[in-house]
């Protein structure tokens, strides 16, 4: 953009956040921008390693992912999922024939001795992307949902139960020992960062296990660069997942400005959509009221130069 | 068949035996026939257990088999592997989107601790099979072929290096210690077997590690029932295969009768086809010469019927 010269970290989870990651794309330079992406529900299904944000902010980056099916790949074909279905075996997870192969490769790449990182870059690379993606860590960080019904793997929770089970809290197995991405460190430290962007993710399972790294709140604190978020909820809705549903199960309203309350004093400025307006009054963080639905590149590019704009002002 | 009320056990490698035992199927009531396959060339590639003769011989079975292509699934798809190679993934061996389904699998299966037969009962009753398919043995034997190259693993001669480098010999690593199936015991040592079947399977690298398993061969010879072969090599040539190139690097005459003189005295009878009707004489073993191609289902089953009304006459 024009004038924004430093640097932008964007913390991400997955499809809802990929899009402001992929505005973000178009306006910064690929040594302007550092997107790090949620790995806390990563999980080994029939022995694939699978990274489903990762993946979904790559597919987006790389403009191959679905927009119509709203997650995976565009152009994706079902003949694995269906004979594995006939065979009788685990079906409950969609893996389409394209993004099997990403699977495939990526846990290859593990088994062979490269770090999630280092598979992520060549990951990217192959894509095609210039930008930077990274995992929020190498290791292993796993999001446990208590449930009514007992405490579930994430995507035990999210894709096979479908969100059902009422919930009552989260859990990061790893968390403790985790070490976050140290470009992640280096760039929180750097003098030239200018922004931090929180993407329009779920807050407690996408964005959450990335602030709980070892650090990494506290470097977010002592930057000197805005941290603002953008509100994943619009007019009392999640744009794309669980929130709103996790936000009334945990007895909090799901609305806008709970969900700038929740993130508390982390927050250096929050964007929320202009069916929101209402709220802004009620916020003590500087905010900005814009339209925040990202449905056409244009809009991407759009909501990432107002989220750098108003960062920019926040200094 | 009429009259034909004895047991019998097929030995078969990939894709040429399976046509006969699919054959067998016919006329054979399940609990008549005994198939028993090489695993000597299954290996693990990409983190999947891949069994190519079982499930040459299943897909066989179940008529699920491509007849055009002459291996894998008909009605295959490779948006898997198209993208696999665009990641700059492994992509030598060829894995279609639903033969994928069945190694991911099986794969799972092992890991959860089933044996390689009780996966493929598994495997076999979801594609609706009622006849007995078993693995030779479920530890793991693996051909290496000597070649000029060096030492290679069994599919990456065959697929990778496509049969290119000269041969000079094999070794099936783990055969000493490997347990044969203990079915395949049980059948060969049971009263009611009346014919043991080598179907037209390549003698070196798909039978002879059957053959070579502690205690076959011997039971074989022992067993009362007769062992009949069926010719892979139609007219000098393999009718699939690397046979006949082997055998010429092997210095072997690449013939019907070069076949059956390997098999030497294990063999009660053998089957050649038409074309090599002038062979017969330089034979010493009974044998009978008939068409043996086997391009229809009907042409299937008159071999079958052939083989075994041959093999009833050799008592």
């Given at each position: 953009?024009?004038?924004?010269?430093?640097?932008?970290?964007?913390?991400?989870?997955?499809?809802?956040?990929?899009?402001?990651?992929?505005?973000?794309?178009?306006?910064?330079?690929?040594?302007?921008?550092?997107?790090?992406?949620?790995?806390?529900?990563?999980?080994?299904?029939?022995?694939?390693?699978?990274?489903?944000?990762?993946?979904?902010?790559?597919?987006?980056?790389?403009?191959?992912?679905?927009?119509?099916?709203?997650?995976?790949?565009?152009?994706?074909?079902?003949?694995?999922?269906?004979?594995?279905?006939?065979?009788?075996?685990?079906?409950?997870?969609?893996?389409?024939?394209?993004?099997?192969?990403?699977?495939?490769?990526?846990?290859?790449?593990?088994?062979?001795?490269?770090?999630?990182?280092?598979?992520?870059?060549?990951?990217?690379?192959?894509?095609?992307?210039?930008?930077?993606?990274?995992?929020?860590?190498?290791?292993?960080?796993?999001?446990?949902?208590?449930?009514?019904?007992?405490?579930?793997?994430?995507?035990?929770?999210?894709?096979?139960?479908?969100?059902?089970?009422?919930?009552?809290?989260?859990?990061?197995?790893?968390?403790?020992?985790?070490?976050?991405?140290?470009?992640?460190?280096?760039?929180?430290?750097?003098?030239?960062?200018?922004?931090?962007?929180?993407?329009?993710?779920?807050?407690?399972?996408?964005?959450?296990?990335?602030?709980?790294?070892?650090?990494?709140?506290?470097?977010?604190?002592?930057?000197?660069?805005?941290?603002?978020?953008?509100s994943?909820?619009?007019?009392?809705?999640?744009?794309?997942?669980?929130?709103?549903?996790?936000?009334?199960?945990?007895?909090?309203?799901?609305?806008a400005d709970?969900?700038?309350?929740?993130?508390?004093?982390?927050?250096?400025?929050y964007v929320m959509d202009?069916?929101d307006r209402?709220l802004a009054?009620?916020?003590?963080?500087?905010n900005k009221v814009?339209?925040t639905?990202?449905?056409?590149?244009?809009?991407?590019?759009?909501?990432?130069?107002?989220?750098?704009?108003?960062?920019?002002?926040?200094?």
């Amino acid at each position: 953009m024009a004038g924004f010269d430093g640097k932008v970290i964007a913390l991400t989870g997955g499809v809802g956040g990929a899009k402001l990651a992929r505005g973000l794309t178009e306006v910064l330079s690929p040594d302007q921008l550092l997107i790090v992406a949620n790995t806390a529900d990563d999980f080994e299904h029939l022995g694939l390693s699978i990274s489903p944000d990762l993946d979904s902010v790559m597919y987006a980056l790389a403009d191959q992912n679905d927009t119509e099916r709203g997650w995976g790949l565009a152009g994706e074909s079902w003949q694995a999922m269906e004979s594995l279905k006939a065979l009788g075996g685990d079906d409950w997870f969609r893996l389409g024939d394209k993004d099997l192969a990403t699977h495939l490769w990526r846990s290859q790449l593990l088994r062979d001795g490269h770090s999630l990182s280092d598979t992520t870059r060549l990951l990217c690379q192959a894509l095609g992307l210039h930008h930077r993606l990274i995992p929020m860590s190498d290791d292993p960080v796993r999001t446990l949902v208590a449930t009514e019904r007992g405490e579930l793997g994430f995507q035990h929770y999210f894709v096979r139960e479908q969100c059902e089970p009422k919930v009552s809290g989260f859990r990061f197995a790893g968390i403790e020992t985790a070490s976050p991405a140290a470009e992640l460190m280096d760039w929180l430290a750097d003098d030239r960062l200018a922004a931090i962007v929180i993407c329009p993710s779920n807050p407690f399972v996408s964005v959450d296990p990335i602030l709980q790294l070892q650090g990494v709140r506290a470097a977010m604190q002592a930057s000197p660069a805005p941290v603002v978020a953008v509100s994943p909820i619009v007019g009392g809705m999640a744009v794309k997942g669980p929130a709103a549903k996790m936000m009334e199960e945990l007895s909090m309203p799901a609305s806008a400005d709970a969900v700038a309350q929740w993130y508390g004093d982390l927050l250096n400025g929050y964007v929320m959509d202009i069916v929101d307006r209402n709220l802004a009054s009620s916020l003590s963080v500087p905010n900005k009221v814009i339209p925040t639905l990202m449905s056409s590149l244009a809009s991407k590019r759009k909501l990432a130069l107002d989220v750098l704009d108003f960062s920019r002002h926040l200094n």
